[in-house]
C-alpha cells in the first residue's frame, strides 16, 4: 500500500520578527511495514536544514534561518511511503505477561523506567476514580489485551472529542473535569491510566489516513482532518510497542504512521521554535494536510 502526504504549515506574525531555530519532528519512522520513498522539506523564507536523531531514535529536522525580519514562515513537507497491511491483533504475549497484572523483569524495567513514571496527576483521585468506575477493581485477574482494549475505548466513550490548534496537551485531571479534548488530550489520559496500572506506556505523533479511521473506527468525525494525528502505545512482552487510538477507540494499524515517540507529549510537537522580538507578538498558525492512497 503506497501512501502520500502533503503537509504545509504557516505562521504569520502581526508584526515582523527574528526566526529562531525550529526543531521539526514531520519524518516518518521507518520500520519493518514501512519504507519512506521520498521525503521533501522546503521553508519559506528558505533556511538551512540538518538532521539529527534525538535521544528516542526520532529523526528530526533542525532549521536555522537567516536573522532577517520576516512577518511569516512556511514549512512545506511532502512524503510518500509504502506500508504493509497488518492486522493489530496479531501478536503472542509472552505466558508472564498474558494475564494482568503482571511484572516487567529487571532488564525490562531499566528500559522502560521513562515510560513508567507517573505524571503528578497519575496518582489523583480523579483518575483512580474514573479507573474504578470505567474498569471496576484495576488489580483484578484479567486478559491484558482485553484490559487494554476496555482502557481504549473507556477513555473514547468517556471523553468528547474537540479540536484544539492552540499549543500544550492538557493533563489527564483536567481532561476528566471537562469530559473533552483533543486527540493528544486524549492520548494522555490513556497514557496515564495506563502507568497508574504500571503498564509503560508512550506518547505517539504521526499520520492517520482519513478513509482508514472513518471505516475502521466507523465514526463520523475523524481526528485526522487538517492536523496531525496522536495515539499511543504500550509496551507488552513478547509483543513489543503496540498501538492504542482513544479518540477513535480503536488499536492502530498499519494506517497509523509515526512521526516521533516520547515519553512526554510536549517533547514531540510536530514543530517546535523560537522567534525574537521585543515586546509580545500575536501569531498565528494555519496547516494544510493532504493524506491519501498512491494510485498504481
Given at each position: 500500500?503506497?501512501?502520500?502526504?502533503?503537509?504545509?504549515?504557516?505562521?504569520?506574525?502581526?508584526?515582523?520578527?527574528?526566526?529562531?531555530?525550529?526543531?521539526?519532528?514531520?519524518?516518518?519512522?521507518?520500520?519493518?511495514?514501512?519504507?519512506?520513498?521520498?521525503?521533501?522539506?522546503?521553508?519559506?523564507?528558505?533556511?538551512?536544514?540538518?538532521w539529527v536523531r534525538d535521544c528516542f531514535n526520532n529523526v528530526v529536522a533542525v532549521a536555522s534561518f537567516n536573522p532577517e525580519?520576516?512577518?511569516?514562515?512556511?514549512?512545506?513537507?511532502?512524503?510518500?511511503?509504502?506500508?504493509?497491511?497488518?492486522?493489530?491483533?496479531?501478536?503472542?504475549?509472552?505466558?508472564?505477561?498474558?494475564?494482568?497484572?503482571?511484572?516487567?523483569?529487571?532488564?525490562?524495567?531499566?528500559?522502560?523506567?521513562?515510560?513508567?513514571?507517573?505524571?503528578?496527576?497519575?496518582?489523583?483521585?480523579?483518575?483512580?476514580?474514573?479507573?474504578?468506575?470505567?474498569?471496576?477493581?484495576?488489580?483484578?485477574?484479567?486478559?491484558?489485551?482485553?484490559?487494554?482494549?476496555?482502557?481504549?475505548?473507556?477513555?473514547?466513550?468517556?471523553?468528547?472529542?474537540?479540536?484544539?490548534d492552540e499549543e500544550g496537551t492538557r493533563s489527564a485531571d483536567e481532561t476528566l473535569r471537562l469530559r473533552s479534548g483533543s486527540?493528544?488530550?486524549?492520548?494522555?489520559?490513556?497514557?496515564?491510566?495506563?502507568?497508574?496500572?504500571?503498564?509503560?506506556?508512550?506518547?505517539?505523533?504521526?499520520?492517520?489516513?482519513?478513509?482508514?479511521?472513518?471505516?475502521?473506527?466507523?465514526?463520523?468525525?475523524?481526528?485526522?482532518?487538517?492536523?496531525?494525528?496522536?495515539?499511543?502505545?504500550?509496551?507488552?512482552?513478547?509483543?513489543?510497542?503496540?498501538?492504542?487510538?482513544?479518540?477513535?477507540?480503536?488499536?492502530?494499524?498499519?494506517?497509523?504512521?509515526?512521526?516521533?515517540v516520547s515519553n512526554r507529549p510536549d517533547w514531540v510537537n510536530p514543530i517546535q521554535g523560537q522567534y525574537l522580538h521585543r515586546?509580545?507578538?500575536?501569531?498565528?498558525?494555519?496547516?494544510?494536510?493532504?493524506?491519501?492512497?498512491?494510485?498504481?
Amino acid at each position: 500500500m503506497r501512501i502520500y502526504v502533503d503537509h504545509r504549515t504557516e505562521y504569520r506574525y502581526e508584526r515582523p520578527v527574528v526566526l529562531g531555530e525550529h526543531s521539526l519532528f514531520l519524518r516518518p519512522r521507518e520500520s519493518q511495514s514501512l519504507h519512506v520513498a521520498s521525503f521533501s522539506l522546503e521553508t519559506d523564507p528558505v533556511c538551512k536544514i540538518r538532521w539529527v536523531r534525538d535521544c528516542f531514535n526520532n529523526v528530526v529536522a533542525v532549521a536555522s534561518f537567516n536573522p532577517e525580519p520576516t512577518s511569516s514562515v512556511v514549512f512545506q513537507c511532502r512524503m510518500r511511503f509504502e506500508v504493509i497491511e497488518d492486522n493489530p491483533f496479531d501478536f503472542i504475549l509472552e505466558r508472564r505477561a498474558a494475564e494482568f497484572p503482571f511484572a516487567y523483569d529487571e532488564r525490562e524495567r531499566s528500559a522502560l523506567s521513562p515510560y513508567l513514571q507517573a505524571a503528578s496527576s497519575t496518582e489523583s483521585a480523579a483518575l483512580s476514580a474514573w479507573l474504578q468506575d470505567t474498569l471496576g477493581d484495576p488489580r483484578r485477574t484479567r486478559d491484558t489485551t482485553i484490559l487494554l482494549t476496555d482502557l481504549n475505548r473507556a477513555v473514547h466513550d468517556s471523553i468528547a472529542y474537540t479540536r484544539r490548534d492552540e499549543e500544550g496537551t492538557r493533563s489527564a485531571d483536567e481532561t476528566l473535569r471537562l469530559r473533552s479534548g483533543s486527540c493528544r488530550d486524549m492520548a494522555e489520559l490513556f497514557i496515564a491510566a495506563s502507568r497508574a496500572l504500571g503498564l509503560a506506556a508512550r506518547f505517539v505523533s504521526g499520520y492517520l489516513c482519513e478513509s482508514a479511521a472513518s471505516s475502521t473506527s466507523g465514526s463520523s468525525h475523524n481526528a485526522a482532518t487538517g492536523s496531525m494525528h496522536a495515539w499511543a502505545e504500550v509496551y507488552l512482552p513478547g509483543a513489543g510497542w503496540r498501538g492504542f487510538d482513544p479518540t477513535n477507540g480503536i488499536m492502530t494499524t498499519h494506517h497509523f504512521v509515526t512521526s516521533a515517540v516520547s515519553n512526554r507529549p510536549d517533547w514531540v510537537n510536530p514543530i517546535q521554535g523560537q522567534y525574537l522580538h521585543r515586546g509580545r507578538v500575536d501569531s498565528r498558525m494555519s496547516v494544510e494536510l493532504n493524506v491519501g492512497a498512491v494510485e498504481a
